[in-house]
């Protein structure tokens, strides 16, 4: 499993036949890269998230993540591997309401053996560390129902469960577009220390370009796409 | 597998409101079903001991099934009599224990007129071996003293001390040719059978109002013998007397061969229950469905960190079959607490003897039967999820 964290090419999809939406013919992440992904809402980039976690699949083109391409895996497989070295966090209420916080973060454990074994012998200590990490710690709050967390906590709570388990690549979609300015920093520092630490490759969705400060590269969806991208095809 | 067990059940918890509601409506269906079993059984069972205790029933050379209905159910016209003489030879005969003699023909107010002696009260038997209860007063013993089933002191609203004017004949408003003015002594306690349907003299007295001193013929007569065994040579004894034309049939299997014929409306009842019951889980499908649309974001979260379409199909039928077991369970208790109160009355007013067992195999059939159809009801909306899971992808699109 080695080569790029994220590698696209000649890549061509929609979701109708004849429309192109994304239209991308060479992009690439490296490993532990943190990349910041801008373009407005509407222009595909929940699909491209879509395409690089492997549920969606292009008409053209390859994605490889880890160096593994997608479409060579069947579906099955694609679950599985997603669920080993993906970590997702979306724009918001990314918790069951039915679980507790720590039964949250370890949701990942469940379904993937390689992140429970990469969480060593205690995985409600490693989740707990992680919530800690990200300012999420006592008896009070980890008790609490999700529900009555306040929005900056619940998307911490999404972080460490992104994080649980170390797999190589997170995929944030818009994860601070819920949160104020106050805690909307604080939030993108901690995201950025503990991806990090863990060694994960991060690639961050936003329309929001003044965040983009702290990444490591800044690509708009917009310079990714091709001429063709945006027209339908008779 | 237990892992989304528990996930199915959290999830439910959290949507208790609905899910209750729905656990209910098949609970329902469930208590339905099990209450239409129980009461067949208990209405078979409490048809066939509409008469019990009685050996033989004896008549005149007719069919089977006529003489056990005009002789039991007062239902249908006797065709002949038997003589007194032949009554006289049987209840003397030293395998019998008792003989009672039966005689219909007149009626009271649309209620038949059934003339036999007072041992009738001593030896007749119904349901579980039960004698017959007086609810108020006592048996006919004097001239114009009358008996009355439970049913006809209740319409006619008589008590004991209450007049009665007898007529000949059958029927409402039946020609009085001869009237005998008769009092009430005896009220019956209910029974569920005919008998609370009856009027009860004493069989001489009735042959008065005819104008005759004794009663020379009779509609048909109950034999009890001392012996069961000897039971089947009296029966072949009497059907092959040459003095007269008799017909002896034995109740029990008289009364299977008529709840074959009658039998047909419980099999209609049973497969509407199962249709209700069918309804049942068809709501609790739709309900699954429906509720999808409201659940994406929570298939979306258990996609993203891992699920696979497979684990969610397997979560909506484990949440469809948690939902049928906790709604059979409820539906076998409310069975049973409905059968608690009201078992008494059922036998009472309609015969129906019910007499559930804690845990039976029809429950525990039933139990399982229901669970595992609403596994199978929760392969539609599992599948619903596993495709919707497929086509919306990660995205949080609500």
């Known amino acids: 499993m080695d080569g790029p964290a994220i590698e696209i090419s000649k890549l061509r999809f929609g979701w109708k036949s004849g429309e192109c939406l994304l239209a991308i013919d060479g992009f690439a992440v490296g490993r532990g890269e943190r990349v910041f992904l801008h373009g407005p809402s509407g222009s595909g980039k929940s699909s491209l998230l879509g395409l690089v976690g492997g549920v969606l699949m292009p008409q053209a083109g390859e994605i490889r993540v880890l160096g593994q391409a997608w479409g060579e895996l069947p579906a099955s497989r694609r679950d599985r591997f997603r669920g080993d070295h993906i970590g997702f ?42 919530l800690a990490a990200l300012g999420l710690a ?21 972080a460490a469960r992104a994080l649980l388990g170390r797999p190589e690549l997170v995929v944030a979609d818009e994860p601070t577009s819920a949160l104020d300015e106050e805690s909307r920093d604080a939030f993108l520092s901690l995201l950025m220390q503990q991806c990090g630490e863990s060694g994960a490759t991060l690639l961050f969705v936003s329309h929001e370009r003044r965040l983009a400060a702290g990444f490591d590269r800044t690509v708009s969806l917009s310079q990714m796409q091709a001429a063709e991208a945006g027209t339908v095809q008779s | 597998m237990k892992g989304t067990l528990i996930l199915a059940l959290l999830s439910l918890w959290n949507r208790r409101g609905t899910a209750l509601l729905t656990a209910c409506s098949i609970a329902l269906s469930v208590a339905l079903l099990w209450g239409v079993l129980q009461v067949r059984d208990g209405a078979r069972s409490g048809f066939a001991a509409t008469v019990s205790g009685v050996d033989l029933i004896v008549g005149p050379r007719t069919g089977p099934l006529n003489l056990l209905l005009y002789s039991i159910f007062q239902a249908g016209e006797p065709t002949s009599s038997v003589s007194r003489a032949s009554f006289e030879l049987v209840a003397r005969h030293p395998d019998v224990a008792w003989a009672l003699p039966l005689s219909l023909g007149d009626s009271h107010r649309g209620f038949r007129v059934l003339g036999t002696t007072p041992d009738y009260f001593l030896h007749y038997r119904h349901g579980r071996r039960q004698v017959l209860l007086f609810a108020e007063g006592r048996a006919f013993a004097a001239h114009g003293e009358l008996v009355i089933g439970a049913t006809v002191a209740r319409v006619l609203g008589y008590q004991p001390g209450t007049e009665a004017v007898l007529a000949h004949g059958l029927g409402e408003g039946s020609f ?79 009364l299977s061969d008529l709840w074959r014929l009658v039998g047909v409306a419980d099999r209609a009842m049973l497969a509407l229950s199962f249709c209700v019951l069918l309804a049942g889980l068809v709501g609790m499908t739709s309900t699954l469905l429906a509720a999808l649309s409201e659940r994406r974001r929570e298939l979306a979260i258990l996609r993203s960190v891992g699920a696979r379409p497979l684990n969610l199909l397997g979560l909506l039928m484990l949440e469809a079959g948690a939902l049928s077991l906790v709604g059979a369970l409820m539906g076998l208790l409310t069975g049973r607490l409905l059968v608690a109160a009201f078992a008494a009355e059922l036998e009472a007013r309609l015969g129906i003897l019910l ?25 539609l909306p599992g599948l619903a999820a596993y495709r919707r899971s497929l086509a919306d992808g990660l995205s949080m699109r609500t």
């Open chain 2, 355 to 379: 007499e559930p067992a804690l845990l039976d195999s029809t429950s525990a059939a039933i139990l399982c039967g229901v669970t595992a159809a609403g596994l199978l009801a929760g392969l």
């Open chain 2, 176 to 254: 009085a040719e001869h009237e005998e003015t008769f009092r009430v002594v005896g009220v019956l306690a209910p029974t569920g059978t005919p008998l609370d349907r009856l009027v009860m003299a004493d069989l001489d007295d009735l042959a008065h109002l005819h104008g005759a001193e004794q009663s020379t013929s009779l509609t048909a007569f109950l034999v009890g013998m001392k012996e069961r065994p000897a039971l089947l040579t009296m029966q072949r004894a009497l059907n092959d007397y040459r003095g007269e034309a008799l017909t002896a049939i034995i109740p029990g299997v008289a």
């Open chain 1, 89 to 130: 966090l979306f724009q918001q209420f990314n918790l069951l309401p039915y679980l507790g916080l720590i039964d949250n973060v370890l949701l990942p454990v469940r379904y993937s053996k390689l992140r429970r074994q990469r969480c060593g012998t205690a995985p409600e200590a490693e989740a707990r560390r992680l």
């Open chain 1, 138 to 158: 006592g008896k009070a709050l980890l008790s609490r129902p999700v529900a009555e967390l306040s929005v900056g906590q619940q998307q911490r709570a999404a």
